[in-house]
Antibody, heavy 123, light 111 residues
Framework: EVQLVESGGGLVQPGGSLRLSCAASGFTFSSYWMSWVRQAPGKGLEWVANIKQDGSEKYYVDSVKGRFTISRDNAKNSLYLQMNSLRAEDTAVYYC????????????????WGQGTLVTVSS | QSVLTQPPSVSGAPGQRVTISCTGSSSNIGAGYDVHWYQQLPGTAPKLLIYGNSNRPSGVPDRFSGSKSGTSASLAITGLQAEDEADYYCQSYDSSLSLYVFGTGTKVTVL
């Protein structure tokens, strides 16, 4: 069974740091781009960052550039998100998701998603 | 602020057909990027419902269908069931922003 399990969320003060992890199983992790997507309480979905199969390319939404770092360890089938200088507006459930692409490059979708881990930034 | 606009809510009686629109622009849906749909049941993670505009993953009932035209896409649910009560999100890629974008989300209520 293809599965993603996030961990590492919690309560952190503004300006603090947190490292999220995502453990993958049931598929060849090293063959896929991976993403982090977040959802603020009661709000919609927002793509945060993604990383290429070998880690050589990484992309971020502007609001987290310079503060968040995405990484992966293919030997451990794990995805990470290092979050520094956290702000109240970073409060959200963070999901890791596997990227899928069809025969043409015009579409990338996310499947599956992990169960999510809640990050709360508050004093 | 999402670049893909969905109606905040739609509702229907059991057995009825409802549709959810997803309106984009020339830098995303109108540029030829595919649209994908996700279902998020209360308190759970999103689940892929439709990919590549109109394709259903295995296990998704054929009551769900997707289409795309111009700068918009639609998700249709026929034979509405109580278990379909959830939030639904469309998703695409925006070439101006250079990132994946989600719709604003639509809550489906079964009356």
């Amino acid at each position: 069974e293809v599965q993603l399990v996030e961990s590492g969320g919690g309560l952190v003060q503004p300006g603090g740091s947190l490292r999220l992890s995502c453990a993958a199983s049931g598929f060849t992790f090293s063959s896929y781009w991976m993403s982090w997507v977040r959802q603020a309480p009661g709000k919609g979905l927002e793509w945060v960052a993604n990383i290429k199969q070998d880690g050589s390319e990484k992309y971020y939404v502007d609001s987290v550039k310079g503060r968040f770092t995405i990484s992966r360890d293919n030997a451990k089938n794990s995805l990470y998100l290092q979050m520094n200088s956290l702000r109240a507006e970073d409060t959200a459930v963070y999901y890791c998701a596997r990227e899928r692409m069809g025969a043409k490059v015009s579409g990338v979708w996310f499947d599956p998603w992990g169960q999510g881990t809640l990050v709360t930034v508050s004093s | 602020q999402s670049v893909l606009t969905q109606p905040p809510s739609v509702s229907g009686a059991p057995g009825q057909r409802v549709t959810i629109s997803c309106t984009g622009s020339s830098s995303n849906i109108g540029a030829g990027y595919d649209v994908h749909w996700y279902q998020q049941l209360p308190g759970t993670a999103p689940k892929l419902l439709i990919y590549g505009n109109s394709n259903r993953p295995s296990g998704v009932p054929d009551r769900f269908s997707g289409s795309k035209s111009g700068t918009s896409a639609s998700l249709a649910i026929t034979g509405l069931q109580a278990e379909d009560e959830a939030d639904y999100y469309c998703q695409s890629y925006d070439s101006s922003l250079s990132l994946y974008v989600f719709g604003t989300g639509t809550k489906v209520t079964v009356l």
